[in-house]
Antibody, heavy 115, light 110 residues
Framework: QVQLQESGPGLAKTSETLSLTCTVSGGSIRGSYWSWIRQPPHKGLEWIGYINYSGSTNYNPSLKSRVTISVDTSKNQFSLKLSSVTAADTALYYC?????????WGQGTLVTVSS | QSALTQPASVSGSPGQSITISCTGTSSDIGGYNYVSWYQQHPGKAPKLMISDVSNRPSGVSDRFSGSKSGNTASLTISGLQAEDEADYYCSSYTSGTTEIFGGGTKLTVL
């Protein structure tokens, strides 16, 4: 059973870069696509982007200029960097397996952006 | 890229059937058979309930079904149960090779 676990600072400062890592256990990161999705408090889901094991990526057009998703197959991890953050980026950030049909989600990690 | 349109809330009594709609455009729902539905209970991660418009993953109750007509997809839950009370989100592949979610629908079981 593949499990995903997000890790990273729970607090980010305005205008700085938010960085999160997702560790995949119980299976290989190869052979699947991996996504980042976020959910602001009491609001809906927003797809951020995805990556596959070879590093091919695709991002939400509204976030594309600020987002970088990368993969480290040696550590079975993939990561998210979101630059120039504002309070609007405060959200529960999920890492997940899949793109069109996301069948496995991490528990999510709350990131609060504050000055 | 605007979110897909879902009703904010729906409700039904135990045993009844309800349908949640999800409206997009010809660039997303109408153009591809890649609509998924997710169930999210409070404080929990979303769970995949339907993929590719109408496919039910293993382990998902057959009371859940999906369909699509034109630019609108639908999720139907039959034989409503108290445990079905949750938020439901649709998502679709888009012509920009990206994904887009609906705004979410809160289902209340009366």
């Amino acid at each position: 059973q593949v499990q995903l676990q997000e890790s990273g600072p729970g607090l980010a400062k305005t205008s700085e870069t938010l960085s999160l890592t997702c560790t995949v256990s119980g299976g290989s990161i190869r052979g699947s696509y991996w996504s980042w999705i976020r959910q602001p408090p009491h609001k809906g889901l927003e797809w951020i982007g995805y990556i596959n094991y070879s590093g091919s990526t695709n991002y939400n057009p509204s976030l594309k200029s600020r987002v970088t998703i990368s993969v480290d197959t040696s550590k079975n991890q993939f990561s998210l960097k979101l630059s120039s953050v504002t309070a609007a980026d405060t959200a529960l950030y999920y890492c997940a397996r899949g793109v069109r049909a996301i069948d496995n989600w991490g528990q999510g990690t709350l990131v609060t952006v504050s000055s | 890229q605007s979110a897909l349109t879902q009703p904010a809330s729906v409700s039904g009594s135990p045993g009844q059937s309800i349908t949640i709609s999800c409206t997009g455009t010809s660039s997303d729902i109408g153009g591809y058979n890649y609509v998924s539905w997710y169930q999210q209970h409070p404080g929990k991660a979303p769970k995949l309930m339907i993929s590719d418009v109408s496919n039910r993953p293993s382990g998902v109750s057959d009371r859940f079904s999906g369909s699509k007509s034109g630019n609108t997809a639908s999720l139907t839950i039959s034989g409503l149960q108290a445990e079905d009370e949750a938020d439901y989100y649709c998502s679709s592949y888009t012509s920009g090779t990206t994904e887009i979610f609906g705004g979410g629908t809160k289902l209340t079981v009366l």
